[in-house]
């Protein structure tokens, strides 16, 4: 079991990831000559909740979009440092960045159903990627995880755009488990949806989280402490030459986050006064 430093300043304290996912070794990303993010050392463990938080612009998402190389695809993107998937250099020479695509899928903020049936949203990524077996079945599994069969088995062959929001959302997230994923990584999944519809994703999370590992960037504090096991703090510090960097701050079990933060601005965003 590796041991992580967490990026704790002044008492830097060493938390167990166990059975890592992904291990983030002193990761920078940067948009041309622009560091974005700087130096994120973390670790992401398996079948746990993940959540990433912090002001506007500190990196949150530059940082998850480097877990499925979905920076690769912004032009003048880098990413230096390391992350490590399964012991493996996510970003090898060998690594096929649309198979790693496939093993971690994506939920963005703003649902983004194909224009195409419910069937047809769900059957795409399998099919594309030649995965074997009955495709009605595999279309009833994927939207029974995503808890979204009760209320579209009747009408499958409907655009998938007639859907609600929260149903929308939920229809992105079984569209991303109907490939095998092994880690989903959600950009704000509730931030276009309404108190209800957030409360069903985050018990969908809930009960992904025993068969997927998942990486959850929210703006909402609440959000994190309700479904997250670990919680990742970044901030955006300002160099000598004026320029924002994003920074980790503080990574640590989400109890621990919220009640005894190391780092006095962990606590003061967490208690509001900042952020
Ligand atoms: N495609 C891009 N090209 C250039 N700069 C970018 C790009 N995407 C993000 N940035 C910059 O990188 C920094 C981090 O942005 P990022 O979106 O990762 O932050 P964030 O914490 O997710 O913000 P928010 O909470 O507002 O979504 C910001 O200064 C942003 O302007």
């Known amino acids: 079991m590796p041991n992580v430093n967490v990026r704790g300043p002044e008492v830097p304290r060493t938390i167990e990831a166990l059975d890592p996912v992904f291990t983030v070794s002193n990761l920078s990303v940067f948009y041309g000559d622009y560091e974005a993010v700087r130096g994120v050392d973390m670790t992401i463990g ?3 909740i993940t959540a990433m938080i ?9 940082v998850l979009r480097c877990f ?9 993107a880098r990413a230096v440092g390391e992350i490590l998937y399964h012991d493996e250099n996510l970003y090898g020479d060998h690594v096929d960045p649309i198979e790693v695509r496939r093993r971690i899928g994506m939920v963005f903020q703003k649902p983004n159903p194909f224009p195409k049936s419910i069937y047809d949203n769900i059957a795409y990524g399998p099919r594309v990627n030649g995965i074997k077996g009955n495709m009605d079945e595999i279309v009833e599994e994927a939207l029974t995880k995503a808890a979204l069969w009760d209320e579209v088995k009747d009408k499958i062959k409907q655009n998938a755009l007639s859907l609600s929001g929260g149903q929308q959302q939920r229809l992105c997230i079984a569209r991303a488990i109907a490939v095998k994923p092994d880690v989903i990584l959600m950009d704000e999944p509730c931030s276009a949806l309404d108190p209800i519809a957030t409360t069903k994703i985050e018990d969908l999370m809930q009960e992904l989280t025993r068969d997927y590992t998942i990486v959850i960037v929210t703006h909402n504090m609440q959000q994190a402490a309700r479904v997250s096991d670990r919680t990742a703090f970044f901030t955006a510090e300002v160099d000598g030459a004026g320029v924002r960097h994003g920074r980790l701050v503080e990574f640590d079990e989400t109890s621990r986050i919220f009640t005894n933060p190391t780092d006095k601005r962990t606590e003061d965003y967490i208690t509001g006064r900042f952020g």
């Open 54 to 62: 912090g002001p506007s612009g500190c990196g949150k998402s530059t």
């Open 68 to 76: 499925n190389r979905m920076n690769d695809l912004i032009p003048g």
């Open 46 to 48: 398996n079948r746990e």
